[in-house]
């Protein structure tokens, strides 16, 4: 790790202006809980650390008009222990619980969640986000891809998101504010994150002089019967292999539209567009939660050691279907 | 003569309570200074350049660059330009700075140029390591197989295996030096205080730097865990006192998690299929095995099979195969996990087939386990009690229809754990305080707890009178805590200097008490006539007898009071989740014989520590090595996983105590506990899914695998 500048600015406008035009010229340090490790791998490197936690705007989260703004500094816990996050919107308590240890949820902020790096084990030994060897081949392709992704991983990138809110707040319809040098411009949570294809570019929507300022999950998504199931191996200090984020409309007893998104299984949240539509009409029992589960799992692309992924999707699929219909009615 | 037997049960004040170890105020607020914790004036950083190759000629080092940076005091080589570097991580070049973060930078500033070369990482089969790789270790029969597979009604075949793992030290490998003159003093995190000084000697001598080992003086007052991977100087302790001595300045140096991973200790794999041939009424009759395994660059690790029971008609063939993953070190019973993996595994899926129940299959066949056998039936007769068996247990993948599977596994293990060789000063000052000083160590055991329990049941006096010193090489002489050694060496030197000193003491006060010194024995606080508490005299005063001068008894390790020898019995009930592959510990039961135990409480705390260091390796440890690049992957805490509190359910521990246990003295314990949870768990998985899944850790990969379920299906 080498020397950097720690600014710690009090606005939102002194923060941005604190950023540079390159990656490498500033980074956004909140929670610290990633950040602090990739400088110290070697991993990234900064010349400027610009600390937005004395920002007060971005600490609150907010009931406007049943919306939940969620400020990009407010902590893991402080959004789990939020007075109606866990009953309107369980896909994000489920979410936020499965960040697992208490220092971590303690320290960690929503904002750093969504931007956190990916876990890559061939990216975070300093082979690069792609990590390709010299002749342009993939790394995890031919070495061990077991954490790897099975969907979306037919170009260059080959990891995970590592968000565990994203695929609830996409499942949510959520939307993200970001402000730059010119001012706010909002996105989806869904169209923040994108799939690199060249080594440099990042994993999401973000430019190196923006901050993500606030998550909206809108009015209409409270209440909705939502849940999230990830498949982990450890209780505690791991990440899951695979998760389902669900949001389901109901009409009656029957599916008027749904949401289902997976965590952990591509390079970013992804979506399970027939699943959502074959769900429509349907009431959620085993059954139709198994052939859900199954469907998502349609399409895969497997590398040679991740095969069981695509179980763990079908497995997550359903279970989360079937929590979600448990939950209170909308 | 002076008596020294371990007093009989009825007279046992300390020996065999559950006594709180005497370090856990200072280790549990702080206050206990750990090799990590020493900071000397003055003193300077070390940090180490290594290679980023598992397999390179190192062409040409430049240390120009880092030898100017600001704050850096001293850079010394510990690998030359022409030398072969043998795996990703090996230490190339030292530099010492005045701050962490300046020792980093130099560090990274060495040039270092290598010509990389063809590096094999793959703990992979003979056929596919090549011959260039593979040494065959062991190739052996006993009786004559061939005869013992025709004779069997029976047979099965299968295969095992159990990976590579690092030892994963709490507190990583490291030191701090120092030199005064011609005298070095070093604090080290080692599990070998009296032999430390010999090792920095003949490393310094290699380096060109003559200190006699009288002038070394060497301090571990506490350790994070060594698990056998710290008996040694290491090549960084060699560079630490030689950046010291260049920079005339104190010099720490600590591993860094990754580096600690990579290279500061590993345990060999142990792979291969083993067939094996039963009577219908489970009585084994032939074992056929073949095995490989990876210990790192030189042929290591063994397949010395079968474990526990000698199965009479026994073909073995064990190839060691010879990789770029690093070095491996002993590994807490070194072997053993490994062999009875696979062995426990073969004889359950051989009860399996017979439809028998694993726990009549083993008794079945105790015959084979030798004088122990008395012991391993007691011991699972007693698991199986604690486990509720009988209850619980259901014929192979009989689990019902649910998606829970739960399932019960049983394995057997042993180990030796004789008293090593150990020097003891028991000295009782005329104030009535005691030390007691041994150049041994705690590596977490509670070695101080048990000398202070020794010492205090042998003078008769509450533990608080008794100082404990130890962790420092000027103390006499002990021997390294490998092997299970130290509890009784420990133990038996006490117990004869302690009741030495007592002796000399006795006969200071004999004219007081107005009878001969082998009248009078030592309890409660006091001295009396044996047998008549009304001519007794306080410690104290009895003490203060001694005028202006201490006397001091010497002891040594005492065969008749120790023996060798230990079985254990451990079972383990796990729910599978049979969709994810997601194996859970609902309950260990572990059954323990450790001879004469000093003290209840930390010998039971040994072996819960085994309990949850085996589900470890059972379900989540691997050191995973990357082909293509030569590198280790998880070279950190969390892709290198380990159990958390949620993880290990239901632990109960037994230690086996009594006549027939007690009347052998004392015998090591650290170990064997460690032995089998590998194979108890991977018994209990194959019980519940109805398949055994092969290899460890027992991941939902693999366990999806072998229920078929692994890939696109």
């Known amino acids: 790790m080498d020397a950097f500048e720690f600014a710690n600015p009090t606005t939102l406008t002194e923060a941005i202006g604190l950023l540079g035009s390159n990656w490498e010229d500033a980074s956004v340090f909140a929670g610290g809980t990633d950040l602090l490790a990739l400088l110290k791998d070697d991993v990234e490197e900064t010349k400027r650390l610009v600390n937005i936690k004395k920002i007060g705007s971005l600490h609150a989260v907010q009931n406007v008009n049943g919306g939940l703004h969620i400020g990009a500094a407010v902590t893991i816990e402080q959004l789990l222990t939020a007075s109606d996050v866990r009953k309107e919107f369980p896909a994000i308590a489920d979410a936020a619980e499965g960040i697992r240890s208490p220092q971590i949820r303690n320290m960690g902020t929503v904002g750093g969640d969504l931007c956190q790096r990916p876990r890559c084990w061939y990216y975070r030994n300093g082979f690069g986000l792609l990590a390709q060897d010299k002749d342009g081949k993939s790394l995890p392709a031919q070495g061990d891809n077991r954490y790897h992704a099975v969907f979306g991983n037919d170009g260059a990138a080959k990891f995970v998101s590592p968000s565990s809110l994203a695929p609830a707040f996409v499942a949510l319809g959520a939307r993200l504010s970001i402000e730059g040098p010119k001012g706010a411009r909002e996105t989806s949570v869904e169209e923040f994150f994108t799939i690199p294809q060249n080594e440099g570019v990042r994993e999401h929507a973000l430019s190196p002089n923006e901050i993500v300022s606030e998550i909206i999950v809108p009015g209409e998504s409270r209440g909705m019967r939502s849940a999230t199931y990830e498949v982990r191996h450890k209780e505690g200090l791991d990440w899951p292999f695979a998760t389902a984020s669900v949001a389901l409309r109901m009409k009656g007893a029957t599916v008027e539209s749904a949401r289902v998104v997976l965590g952990h299984v591509a390079p970013k949240p992804w979506p399970a567009a027939e699943v959502e539509k074959w769900l429509a009409g349907k009431s959620i029992n085993e059954e139709t939660a198994t052939k859900a589960g199954d469907a998502a799992a349609e399409g895969a692309t497997p590398m040679s050691r991740n095969g069981y992924k695509v179980q763990l999707v079908r497995v997550a699929v359903k279970r989360a279907l079937l929590a979600a219909a448990a939950k209170g009615v909308a | ?713």
């Open chain 2, 1 to 713: 003569m002076a008596d020294y037997h371990w007093p009989p049960a009825n007279h046992r004040e300390f020996i065999g309570q559950r006594i709180k170890r005497i370090d856990g105020p200072v280790k549990s607020s702080g206050r206990a200074k750990y090799t990590y914790d020493i900071n000397r004036p003055n003193m300077l950083w070390g940090k180490m350049a290594t290679s980023p190759y598992a397999h390179a000629k190192i062409r040409k080092i430049d240390t120009s660059a880092a030898e100017g940076m600001t704050g850096v005091k001293a850079v010394v080589s510990i690998m030359n330009e022409g030398d072969e570097v043998l795996w990703a991580g090996q230490e190339i070049v030292a530099v010492a700075a005045d701050t962490e973060e300046r020792a980093e930078s130099a560090a990274e500033a060495v040039k270092i140029d290598y010509d990389p070369l063809p590096h094999f990482v793959s703990d992979s089969d003979p056929q596919t390591a090549g011959s260039e790789h593979t040494k065959q270790l062991e190739q052996r029969v006993d009786g004559n197989p061939d005869q013992g597979f025709s004779q069997a009604d029976v047979t099965n075949e299968g295969r095992y295996g159990i990976p590579v793992i690092t030892h994963c030290c709490l507190e990583t490998h490291g030191q701090a030096t120092e030199w005064d003159g011609d005298n070095l003093t070093v604090w080290s995190t080692t599990q070998n205080v009296s032999g430390m000084a010999g090792e920095y000697a003949s490393g310094l001598k290699e380096k060109g730097i003559d200190i006699p080992a009288a002038n070394i003086h060497v301090i571990s007052n506490y350790m994070g865990g060594g698990f056998g991977s710290k008996f040694e100087a290491d090549t960084w302790g060699i560079a630490c006192a030689m950046l010291s001595k260049k920079s005339g300045r104190a010099v720490k140096m600590m591993l860094e998690r990754d580096h600690e991973l990579m290279v500061a200790g590993a345990r060999p794999s142990l792979h291969g299929r083993i067939k094996l041939g039963a009577k219908k009424d489970g009585t084994l009759v032939a074992w056929e095995s073949e095995t490989y395994g990876t210990g790192g660059p030189t042929a290591e690790g063994t397949g010395h099979l079968p474990y526990i029971l000698a199965v009479p008609n026994a073909s073995v063939k064990h190839t060691a195969v010879m990789t770029n993953m690093g070095p491996i070190r002993a590994w807490r019973a070194p072997n053993h996990p490994q062999m009875c993996l696979v062995s426990m595994s073969a004889f359950e899926d051989m009860a399996a087939k017979l439809n028998m129940d694993p726990v009549a299959f083993f008794k079945k066949n105790l015959s084979l386990a030798g004088d122990r056998g008395k012991t391993y039936a007691e011991e699972l007769d007693k698991a199986a009690e604690l486990m509720e068996w009988k209850k619980k247990w259901h014929p192979r993948g009989q689990s019902g229809t649910g998606t829970i599977k739960h399932g019960l596994g049983v394995s057997m293990h042993t180990w030796g754990g004789r008293g090593n060789i150990s020097n003891c000063d028991v000295t009782i000052h005329p104030d009535g305080s005691v030390e007691t000083s041994l150049g041994s160590q705690d590596l977490g055991t509670g070695t101080r707890t048990v000398i202070n329990i020794v010492t205090s049941e042998t003078l008769g006096i509450p533990l608080d009178l008794v100082k404990v010193n130890i962790g420092d090489n000027k103390y006499p002489p002990a021997g390294a805590s490998g092997g299970s050694t130290t509890v009784s060496g420990v133990s038996t030197s006490t117990r004869r200097a302690a009741t030495d000193a007592l002796n000399q003491l006795l006969d200071k006060v004999a004219p007081s008490l107005g009878a001969p010194a082998d009248q009078l024995e030592a309890g409660q606080g006091k001295i009396q006539v044996k047998g008549n508490p009304a001519k007794s005299i306080p410690w104290k005063q009895a003490c203060a007898k001694l005028g202006a001068t201490s006397i001091t008894g010497k002891g040594a390790t005492s065969a008749d009071l120790m023996s060798s020898g230990v079985g254990g019995v451990q079972m383990s009930e796990v729910a599978v989740d049979t969709e994810t592959g997601v194996v859970r510990i609902v309950k260990h039961v572990s059954v323990q014989d450790c001879g004469l135990i000093i003290d209840l409480k930390t010998a039971e705390s040994q072996v819960y520590g085994a309990a949850i260091m085996g589900i470890t390796y059972a379900l989540f440890e691997e050191k995973i090595m990357d082909q293509p690049t030569g590198r280790c992957l998880n070279p950190n805490m969390e892709f290198y996983k380990l159990a958390g509190i949620g993880d290990i359910g239901d632990i109960v521990v037994h230690m086996m105590t009594g006549p027939g246990y007690d009347d052998r003295g004392t015998i090591g314990l650290g170990e064997p506990p460690v032995i089998s949870p590998g194979a108890a768990i991977s018994n209990a998985v194959a019980n519940a899914i109805g398949v055994r899944v092969p290899e460890l850790p027992l991941t939902p990969d693999r366990v999806l695998t072998a229920l078929g379920k692994g890939g696109m299906a």
